[in-house]
């Protein structure tokens, strides 16, 4: 990204006596200083607005994603659930094929209630 020009020029009193004469050569030279700088904070304005782009775009990716690991849970004293060392609890990977097909089956069965228990309101409204 090109850098930001916030200096200001002061014109010199020749500068402005020749600014004053308004000759065709000193006219067309500040016009055409005047296109280039017009050109130049174009550039980068449009380098800006993409920044801008790609910063609201990872702020939506980040704020969409789940956020299981930074949740924590209210505990019933009014407190937030931590451990007494401030670390925050992790489970660890199910690895057993036996407990992950038992862990498995409860979540399909869980989700089947579930489904029955909507499709019942849905039906009685």
């Given amino acids: 990204m090109s850098p930001r020009t916030t200096k200001r020029r002061r014109r010199t009193k020749a500068q402005l006596a020749a600014a004053g004469n308004g000759t065709p050569a ?8 005047l296109v280039n700088q017009n ?3 174009a550039r980068e304005n449009k380098e800006l607005h993409s920044i801008i782009a ?5 702020v939506q990716i980040t704020s969409s994603r ?9 505990e019933p004293g009014g407190r937030v659930g931590s451990r007494t060392n401030g670390g925050v ?6 690895t057993d094929p036996a407990s992950l097909e038992r862990r498995r ?8 209630v579930l489904a029955e228990r909507r499709a019942a309101e849905k039906a009685g409204q």
Avoid: D, F, H, M
Avoid at 26 to 33: G, I, P, R
Avoid at 54 to 58: F, M, Y
């Fill in 39 to 41: 050109q130049a904070l």
């Fill in 66 to 74: 789940p956020r299981g690991n930074q949740r924590r849970l209210q």
């Fill in 54 to 58: 790609r910063v609201t775009q990872a």
């Fill in 26 to 33: 000193t006219l067309l030279s500040q016009v055409s200083e």
């Fill in 105 to 112: 089956a409860a979540l399909a069965k869980a989700r089947q």
């Fill in 89 to 94: 609890r992790r489970r660890r990977r199910i």
